[in-house]
């Protein structure tokens, strides 16, 4: 069976830092490109980060580059965003999700299974 736990979301201050994770379990995890998604109140779903199957390949959008960092350990079946600079646009449930093979993307239909969410809420 498929699972994902995602932990690290929370309250914090404008200019805060916050320390996501994704283990992931039932499954190949280093057969699989990573996606990092976030949806806002009110918003569709978004792709801000993405990384290869061995971790050495990443993807920023243009409203996260410079402050957010993905990483992955696929000894512990665990990727991370690490999130700085925080700034209330970026309040939103974010999500982690999975797609086979090598190349990455942000586009929600081409991931195969997902994470259940952590909510990260910024304060201004």
């Known amino acids: 069976e498929v699972q994902f736990v995602e932990s690290g979301g929370g309250l914090v201050q404008a200019g805060g830092s916050l320390r996501l994770s994704c283990r992931a379990s039932?499954?190949?995890?280093?057969?699989?490109?990573v996606g990092w998604f976030r949806q806002g109140p009110g918003k569709e779903r978004e792709g801000v980060s993405c990384?290869?199957?061995?971790?050495?390949?990443?993807y920023y959008a243009d409203s996260v580059t410079g402050r957010f960092t993905v990483s992955r350990d696929n000894a512990q079946n665990t990727v991370y965003l690490q999130i700085n600079n925080l700034k209330p646009e970026d309040t939103a449930v974010y999500y982690c999700?999975?797609?086979?093979?090598?190349?990455?993307?942000?586009?929600?239909?081409?991931?195969?299974?997902w994470g259940q969410g952590t909510q990260v809420t910024v304060s201004s």
């Open positions: 039932g499954f190949t995890f280093r057969d699989y490109a």
């Open positions: 990384i290869s199957s061995l971790g050495d390949i990443t």
């Open positions: 999700a999975v797609k086979r093979g090598v190349s990455l993307s942000v586009l929600k239909r081409e991931y195969d299974y």
